[in-house]
Antibody, heavy 117, light 106 residues
Framework: EVQVVKSGGGLVQPGRSLRLTCVVA????????MHWVRQVPGKGLEWVSG????????GYGDSVKGRFTISRDNAKNSLFLQMNSLRLEDTAMYYC???????????WGQGTMVTVS | EIVLTQSPATLSLSPGERATLSCRAS??????LAWYQHKTGQPPRLLIR???NRATGIPARFSGSGSETDFTLTISSLEPEDFVDYYC?????????FGQGTKLEI
């Protein structure tokens, strides 16, 4: 059974930092690219960041570039998102997502809420 | 940067009817376009990958088609649980994007 467990969400003041962690089980973590996707309450889905299976390739959405850093530890089946200089508009549900065949996001975690206030 | 535009923003139909959702890309893309269903309070669910291939466990009433810039998600006969939000998505050179979504309402 695939499990995606996340931690690190919560309430944080503007300008401060927060680190999200996603630990997965049930598939070979180091075979797949991983992503973070968020949804601001009442809005649509927004891609935040993604990282290749080996951590070499990565990308960021324009709204977080320069503030957020994605990383992974394949030995610990873990994905991270370091969020710095947080803004009110970063308030959202953050999803840890596995990229499957042909770039499709086939496994989603339950989401962790980040509130900047 | 590729922009995905979905239409309509809201689609009002009744159970049993056919739904046609559109996703248009700002430039010609590969067929690596995916569709997701999103119910409030749950994580999104992959419906279609590669523009037209149903993901594992997805009912046959969901189908995808299209190429280059124009893609369509069709739900052949709407069930009550289908009245939620739908998004198209693709990734290109380490930049991914979603359409703004279509809300399917009764």
């Amino acid at each position: 059974e695939v499990q995606v467990v996340k931690s690190g969400g919560g309430l944080v003041q503007p300008g401060r930092s927060l680190r999200l962690t996603c630990v997965v089980a049930g598939f070979n973590f180091d075979d797949y690219a991983m992503h973070w996707v968020r949804q601001v309450p009442g809005k649509g889905l927004e891609w935040v960041s993604g990282i290749s299976w080996n951590g070499i390739g990565m990308g960021y959405g324009d709204s977080v570039k320069g503030r957020f850093t994605i990383s992974r530890d394949n030995a610990k089946n873990s994905l991270f998102l370091q969020m710095n200089s947080l803004r009110l508009e970063d308030t959202a549900m953050y999803y840890c997502v596995k990229e499957g065949e042909r770039g499709a996001f086939d496994i989603w975690g339950q989401g962790t809420m980040v509130t900047v206030s | 940067e590729i922009v995905l535009t979905q239409s309509p923003a809201t689609l009002s139909l009744s159970p049993g009817e056919r739904a046609t959702l559109s996703c248009r890309a700002s430039q010609s893309v590969t067929s690596y376009l995916a569709w997701y269903q999103h119910k409030t309070g749950q994580p999104p669910r992959l419906l279609i990958r590669d523009a037209s291939n149903r993901a594992t466990g997805i009912p046959a009433r969901f189908s995808g088609s299209g190429s280059e810039t124009d893609f369509t998600l069709t739900i052949s006969s709407l069930e009550p649980e289908d009245f939620v939000d739908y998004y198209c998505q693709l990734c290109n050179n380490w930049h991914c994007t979603f359409g703004q979504g279509t809300k399917l309402e009764i």
